[in-house]
């Protein structure tokens, strides 16, 4: 009796996720390709880029701004105090190009928490009329601008947030990696939602790559108004709908791409520290939600050797898995092999985690971001 009642309780489960999974597919935005604008006068772009420690990863993003076909934007990129050639990198990179600055850090302020005290700088000293806030790790296609503000333009939006296609993912990074920066999302959030959504267990954003109108992150205080937040891109984004604008949420579809973790250590510190941030964050409940379920999965896995019936639970897993990596483009046999042990593993990421919130502080590229509930 309690087999059975666990098995239906587990297949209702399951079946909301695959329902989710299959949402996103059948109306999820992609970047298209767009040769050009569509506008007379090309609207300017600021693309905002900070960096601390990027020696390893920034050259490649710098090259392809360097390719775009867009032609009215700028590009400034502050130094966090990087500790590392990321500055030598930059500079041989930009190579002269008048386009790009580099913008020398200034001391830190206590008040802000990460990366957000960087880009409230960048802000401040850009002039386009979209700011397009990009992570290191991130490359753009030439036609990459074009597109992005096709999805602003199409959707009628303030802003919008692209979840890039991982270029590459070699060796034991699979492990990691799609399945813990996009899988879970797209089995949980229904992206098509966040449009005209101001429920925060509907809201889902990006910060590797969000372009938003100037005059609308004005609107919201920009990244002064969201200082003390961890997830600076989800924040953000929810200030602008809670002004009853409305936001798009896009998958790269490899016009805009970024690397994966450089190691399996690096993939691991990574994962760890996105569950530690979100848990702490404004979407907590979220992101307790997500726990909750991968947790379910890590169980059902167990259950197959109690009684062969759950073999249909992992099968209805499984379906959603292969979904999810169609919608990015990824090798769909590949993933699905490698599902199980992402499963198996979370429990070991989500102990790491709750050590760090136990702690409260977490450590990232040589600092301390000390953890509270927002």
Same mark, same amino acid.
Do not use: C
């Given at each position: 009796?309690?087999?059975?009642i666990l098995? =239906? ?22 970047l298209?390709?767009v ?11 600021? =693309? &905002?880029? #900070?960096?601390?420690?990027e ?17 009215? @934007? ?13 500055i030598?990198?930059? /500079? ?5 190009d008048? *386009? ?9 302020? #206590?008040?802000?928490?990460g ?6 700088q ?13 992570d290191?790790?991130?490359?753009? %296609? ?7 503000l ?10 919008v947030?692209? @979840? ?6 070699? !060796?034991?990074?699979?492990?990691f990696?799609?399945?813990? *920066? ?5 089995m %949980?959030? #229904?992206?098509?939602? =966040? %449009? ?5 267990? /509907?809201?889902i ?13 004005k609107e919201?205080?920009?990244? /002064? ?11 953000l ?5 809670? $002004?009853g604008l ?15 973790y450089?190691?399996?250590?690096k ?30 999965f890590f169980?059902? @896995? ?23 990596a169609?919608?990015?483009?990824h ?8 599902t199980?042990?992402?499963? &198996?593993?979370? #429990? @070991? &990421?989500?102990?790491g985690?709750?050590d $760090?919130?136990?702690? !409260?502080?977490?450590i990232?590229?040589? *600092? ?7």
């Amino acid at each position: 009796m309690l087999i059975n009642i666990l098995f =239906v309780i587990l297949v209702i489960i399951n079946s909301v996720v695959l329902v989710i999974s299959l949402y996103n597919f059948l109306t999820i935005t992609y970047l298209l390709p767009v040769n050009k604008s569509g506008q007379a006068d090309e609207p300017k772009i600021s =693309v &905002l880029i #900070p960096v601390r420690d990027e020696e390893d990863s920034i050259s490649s993003l710098v090259n392809s701004l360097k390719n775009l076909s867009y032609s009215n @934007f700028e590009v400034l990129i502050y130094d966090d105090h990087s500790t590392d050639q990321t500055i030598s990198v930059i /500079e041989k990179a930009v190579n002269k190009d008048k *386009r790009v600055s580099i913008v020398k850090g200034r001391q830190e302020n #206590p008040d802000y928490i990460g990366k957000n005290f960087a880009l409230n700088q960048l802000s401040k000293r850009a002039k386009g009329d979209y700011l397009l806030f990009v992570d290191s790790d991130v490359q753009l %296609t030439p036609i990459a601008l074009n597109s992005i503000l096709k999805v602003i333009r199409d959707d009628k939006s303030a802003a919008v947030s692209i @979840f890039p296609t991982q270029a590459k993912i070699e !060796g034991l990074e699979r492990v990691f990696m799609p399945f813990f *920066r996009e899988g879970v999302s797209l089995m %949980t959030v #229904p992206f098509a939602k =966040v %449009t005209s959504s101001k429920r925060e267990v /509907e809201f889902i954003a990006n910060g590797q790559l969000f372009m938003i109108h100037r005059a609308v992150y004005k609107e919201v205080g920009g990244h /002064e108004s969201v200082k003390d937040k961890y997830l600076d891109d989800v924040a953000l984004m929810m200030e602008v709908r809670h $002004k009853g604008l409305r936001v798009s949420v896009a998958i790269g579809n490899g016009i805009v791409t970024s690397d994966s973790y450089s190691s399996l250590s690096k993939a691991y510190k990574g994962v760890s520290k996105n569950i530690v941030l979100s848990y702490v964050s404004d979407i907590n409940h979220h992101v307790s939600l997500t726990m909750v379920m991968m947790l379910v999965f890590f169980v059902q @896995f167990f259950m197959v050797f109690v009684h062969p019936i759950f073999f249909f639970n992992l099968i209805l897993i499984f379906i959603a898995r292969v979904i999810v990596a169609k919608i990015y483009g990824h090798n769909q046999l590949k993933e699905l092999l490698v599902t199980p042990i992402q499963i &198996l593993i979370y #429990p @070991f &990421l989500l102990f790491g985690a709750l050590d $760090k919130l136990n702690k !409260g502080v977490l450590i990232w590229k040589g *600092r301390r971001i000390f953890l509270r509930r927002n």
